[in-house]
């Protein structure tokens, strides 16, 4: 029997709205289903990412950049703002446009390229077949050649620290706070912790993260490590390492964390506290008990390199799936798999997926760290470059950090870049495309860089790598 649809995807988030884009376009029909509804009750494709994810946590970072910058900065460089004030009502505002454009943005795309939007719950059934809940109305089962389930994540909650309807929150809270909270506990200090820390903080939070790792921020080049958590310090961000929480009360006086350190079981409390512990694969009305799929223990949908789940002609892809829950990875798989259901034969490389934190200064990498190089027993060559010899970061009053370029001296190859600075989540997309067509520090030393840029500083921690750097003494 014909199926309804070549593909089926379920989820809409960077994984499948992505998905459902690029096999519309390759003339496959298409469906996506998303349950997600916006604060209104109105359908909103996009995702996490979209919704309460990426886009709504970088507005506020931007914004409450520039507002720092007008308080803090802009005096010393001759500019005089009067006693510049925030208005977050009008910044949540402003937030919302954005997400609002581009979620409507998505369902445009859709209508363009011929996919059908069907808001609602999508159930995986044997077969394929999908059974399909719209928000309101008759469940109905739609037949398909194949489905792909980009499902997404939801925040990690901790069982003894239950969310509370204003005082402990999520992610997604966080993003809408009314106003600073004065005192402000965050629980983890990983990339989401740190971001809305950095964002309350700088509207006037008195923020300290309490992280369980004696170390700080593991994934991460520990000498940028280092120098980020002092950078952070100065900030205001008060990280406490090996701080594990145990428990919460919520009293009149806010909302009291009991956690344990070194030195012994301590409480103390704040207005309002994050969980930032991570994220965790969404599955819930995904798989019907029929349907061949079962998540694995830590309720991962186990998939191969092609993102295949081992029942015939259904895929998993994104935060679902193992590798980092990040939306570039999950956008890359969802076309990856359509793309092999079309015929074609691509891949993703998974060791070439830049990650970063959007703090001030950004920090990025890509490829391995130096200790990571290290451990995988290369003969490393490392080059760095400080932003503080790099004259545009210099002319824009942005000199704090340092590219570093980890080569591997036997195939003379990049495997690593980290970056610490400004624009740091932009300059590593040229390190990416560096990695991806195998260049090495002497490829990219004879790339001709625009001056000034803050690129050069790429440029020069190449060079050091192979002791050329024109503008510092070697670092070798
Ligand atoms: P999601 O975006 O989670 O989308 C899945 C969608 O599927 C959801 O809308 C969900 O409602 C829907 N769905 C699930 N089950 C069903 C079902 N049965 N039927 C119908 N619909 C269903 N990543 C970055 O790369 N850069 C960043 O700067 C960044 N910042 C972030 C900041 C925050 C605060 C958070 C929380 C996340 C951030 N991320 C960032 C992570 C990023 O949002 C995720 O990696 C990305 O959204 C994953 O995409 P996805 O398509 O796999 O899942
Ligand atoms: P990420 O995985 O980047 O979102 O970071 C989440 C962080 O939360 C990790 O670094 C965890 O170590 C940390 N974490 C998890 N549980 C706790 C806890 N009970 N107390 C403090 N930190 C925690």
Request: proline share 5%; charged share 20%.
């Amino acid at each position: 029997m014909q199926s309804e649809y070549d593909v089926i995807v379920i989820g809409g988030g960077p994984a499948g709205y992505a998905a459902a884009i690029r096999a519309a376009q390759l003339g496959l029909k298409t469906a996506c289903i998303d349950k997600r509804l916006d604060a209104k009750g109105k359908p909103a494709f996009g995702g996490t990412c979209l919704n309460v994810g990426c886009i709504p946590s970088k507005t506020l970072l931007d914004i409450s950049h520039k507002f720092v910058d007008a308080r803090d900065k802009f005096s010393s460089l001759g500019i005089n703002v009067a006693d510049p004030s925030i208005d977050i009502a009008k910044m949540q505002k402003q937030k919302q446009q954005v997400v609002g454009r581009l979620v409507r943005g998505i369902s445009g795309l859709f209508k363009s390229a011929g996919v059908d939007a069907l808001p609602g719950t999508g159930t995986l059934h044997s077969g394929p077949g999908v059974e399909y809940a719209p928000h309101d109305g008759d469940s109905s089962r739609l037949s398909a050649a194949n489905v792909i389930l980009a499902p997404g994540s939801v925040p990690v909650e901790l069982e003894k620290i239950p969310l509370t309807e204003n005082a402990i929150v999520d992610s997604t809270g966080a993003l809408e706070f009314s106003e600073p909270p004065a005192r402000l506990g965050i629980i983890g200090a990983g990339i989401i912790g740190l971001e809305l820390g950095s964002v309350w903080g700088r509207l006037g939070s008195e923020v300290c993260l309490l992280e369980a790792m004696d170390e700080f921020l593991p994934m991460l080049d520990q000498e940028i490590a280092g120098q980020a958590k002092k950078l952070f310090a100065r900030q205001g961000m008060d990280i406490r390492l090996g701080a594990r929480v145990l428990g919460a009360d919520v009293g009149k006086d806010g909302v009291a964390l009991e956690f344990s350190d070194a030195t012994g079981t301590h409480t103390q409390t704040f207005d309002r506290v994050i969980v930032a512990v991570g994220r965790r694969p969404y599955t819930q009305d995904l798989l019907s008990p029929n349907c061949g799929v079962v998540p694995d223990e830590r309720g991962f949908i186990a998939v191969d390199d092609d993102c295949s789940t081992g029942v015939p002609h259904v895929f998993a892809v994104g935060d679902a799936v193992r590798g980092p829950m990040l939306a570039h990875k999950a956008t890359h798989e969802g076309v990856m798999v359509v793309e092999r259901i079309a015929g074609h034969k691509p891949s993703v490389n998974y060791d070439c997926i830049p990650n970063v934190i959007y703090t001030h200064p950004e920090i990025a990498w890509i490829g391995l760290s130096e200790e990571e190089a290290r451990g995988r027993g290369l003969d490393t060559e490392v080059g760095r470059f400080p932003f503080v010899a790099n004259g545009r970061a210099l002319a824009s009053s942005e000199a704090e950090g340092q590219v570093k370029v980890i080569t591997d001296a036997a195939s003379e190859r990049i495997c690593g870049v980290t970056a610490m600075g400004p624009s740091a989540s932009e300059l590593i997309a040229e390190a990416a495309i560096a990695m991806e067509f195998d260049a090495s520090a002497e490829d990219l030393g004879l790339t001709v860089f625009a001056h000034p840029t803050l690129s050069e500083a790429l440029h020069e921690a190449a060079l050091d790598a192979f002791g050329a750097a024109i503008h510092m003494p070697s670092s070798r």
